[in-house]
Nanobody, 114 residues
Framework: QVQLVESGGGLVQAGGSLRLSCAAS????????MGWYRQAPGKQRELVAT???????NYADFVKGRFTISRDNAKNTMYLQMNSLKPEDTAKYYC????????WGQGTLVTVSS
């Protein structure tokens, strides 16, 4: 059974950086596109960035130029490098594997203080 485990969240001051990781268990990691989402308190979950099996990336406008999504298929791990963090980036961040069905991680909390 495929499982995803996020890590790397925490408390950081505005302007700081964090690197999130999403470790996948099970087989076939390299063949699926993956994504990062976030959900702030009282708000809907929103897409942050995606990465294809071949490494093509897409970003939400609100993170372009600040966040970088990447993957290491040899390590079955996806990353989200977050720079120039803002208080409005505070949310629980989830990774997703675009398999059938989609698999979600449990999330990791990012808090950005002003």
């Amino acid at each position: 059974q495929v499982q995803l485990v996020e890590s790397g969240g925490g408390l950081v001051q505005a302007g700081g950086s964090l690197r999130l990781s999403c470790a996948a268990s099970g087989r076939g990691f390299s063949i699926n596109a993956m994504g990062w989402y976030r959900q702030a308190p009282g708000k809907q979950r929103e897409l942050v960035a995606t990465i294809s099996s071949g490494g093509n990336t897409n970003y939400a406008d609100f993170v372009k130029g600040r966040f970088t999504i990447s993957r290491d298929n040899a390590k079955n791990t996806m990353y989200l490098q977050m720079n120039s963090l803002k208080p409005e980036d505070t949310a629980k961040y989830y990774c997703a594997r675009y398999s059938s069905p989609i698999v979600w991680g449990q999330g990791t909390l990012v808090t950005v203080s002003s």
